[in-house]
T-cell receptor, first 113, second 111 residues
Framework: DAGVTQSPTHLIKTRGQQVTLRCSPKSGHDTVSWYQQALGQGPQFIFQYYEEEERQRGNFPDRFSGHQFPNYSSELNVNALLLGDSALYLC????????????FGAGSRLTVL | DQQVKQNSPSLSVQEGRISILNCDYTNSMFDYFLWYKKYPAEGPTFLISISSIKDKNEDGRFTVFLNKSAKHLSLHIVPSQPGDSAVYFCAASWRNNDMRFGAGTRLTVKP
């Protein structure tokens, strides 16, 4: 049973570029949440998708956007990249938008030069 | 706005001894608390949780204690094993809103 899978695992971009990260939730899960983990810090909530809609959003600018597809997979898009966007981006899935226990993927490490 | 704090970035204990990881929070609205464990190159994995209506939850070698008046929770691992070496994150949420994480504590269990 595959858990949460994320792609790509690593990528390097330059300032001003745009990036798309992808996530497939664990089988049976219908909710996807995205987190940003900067070096030496804990994961910070970006947003959550359920039933193809953004249900909750953390304190992140509009440059961060997402999408959820009918098969529950999700994408995270970041526009106009800044150096400070360099981080590990974690996708987590769960059952229902109110679930407390999340299953995380291994993350996508983004480096912005 | 750091509502969940883990003030010890690292902890080292001897195999067989008790490991105690601490976490403090500031938002009294939090009603659910969790601990996640993270190995290198892997995502965090759920370890144990506790609801605010309880003050203790136990699962094998792992026990979480919640002190609501002090806004403090702790994770006890007894006995500690080398395989427990990882980064441990404390997390909290309320009314199923977004989960807030601490910065993590790196636990090293020495053989």
């Amino acid at each position: 049973d595959a858990g949460v899978t994320q792609s790509p695992t690593h990528l390097i971009k330059t300032r001003g570029q745009q990036v798309t990260l992808r996530c497939s939730p664990k089988s049976g899960h219908d909710t996807v949440s995205w987190y940003q983990q900067a070096l030496g810090q804990g994961p910070q909530f970006i947003f959550q998708y359920y039933e193809e809609e953004e249900r909750q959003r953390g304190n992140f600018p509009d440059r961060f956007s997402g999408h959820q597809f009918p098969n529950y997979s999700s994408e995270l898009n970041v526009n106009a990249l800044l150096l400070g966007d360099s981080a590990l981006y974690l996708c987590a899935s769960s059952v229902g938008s109110g679930a407390n226990v999340l299953t995380f993927g291994a993350g996508s490490r983004l480096t912005v030069l | 706005d750091q509502q969940v704090k883990q003030n010890s970035p690292s902890l080292s204990v001897q195999e067989g001894r008790i490991s105690i990881l601490n976490c403090d929070y500031t938002n009294s609205m939090f009603d659910y608390f969790l601990w996640y464990k993270k190995y290198p190159a892997e995502g965090p994995t759920f370890l144990i949780s506790i609801s605010s209506i309880k003050d203790k939850n136990e699962d094998g070698r792992f026990t979480v204690f919640l002190n609501k008046s002090a806004k403090h929770l702790s994770l006890h691992i007894v006995p500690s094993q080398p395989g427990d070496s990882a980064v441990y994150f404390c997390a909290a949420s309320w009314r199923n809103n977004d989960m807030r994480f601490g910065a993590g504590t790196r636990l090293t269990v020495k053989p």
